[in-house]
């Protein structure tokens, strides 16, 4: 059974920071591109941040220079650190894994980022 579990969400003042983290099981991790995608209410879906198999990162405009992702093929994490987070950040995190040579993908529950300002 695959499960993406994800967690470090809560409420944080803007300027502040948060670290997001997921933990996958049921899959080989390391033949998966990992991500994270928001969804705020009212609002689609957004890419936040995807990094491959070979850690190439992609981010959003919205969070460049501002959220990193990184990956631990070892203990089959992908994690977010979020910084400077401002209220538009607030949002639903997702974490999503991606298998390298198809479509199949797979969906965390989310965690709640709020940002209060």
């Known amino acids: 059974q695959v499960q993406l579990v994800e967690s470090g969400g809560g409420l944080v003042q803007s300027g502040g920071s948060l670290r997001l983290s997921c933990a996958a099981s049921g899959i080989n991790f390391r033949f998966y591109n990992m991500g994270w995608y928001r969804q705020a209410p009212g609002k689609q879906r957004e890419l936040v941040a995807t990094?491959?198999?070979?850690?190439?990162?992609n981010y959003g405009d919205s969070v460049k220079g501002r959220f990193a992702i990184s990956r631990d093929n070892a203990k089959s994490t992908v994690d977010l650190q979020m910084n400077n987070l401002k209220s538009e950040d607030t949002a639903v995190y997702y974490c999503?894994?991606?298998?390298?040579?198809?479509?199949?993908?797979?969906w965390g529950q989310g965690t709640q980022v709020t940002v209060s300002s």
């Open positions: 999503n894994a991606t298998f390298q040579m198809s479509s199949r993908e797979y």
């Open positions: 990094i491959t198999t070979t850690r190439s990162t």
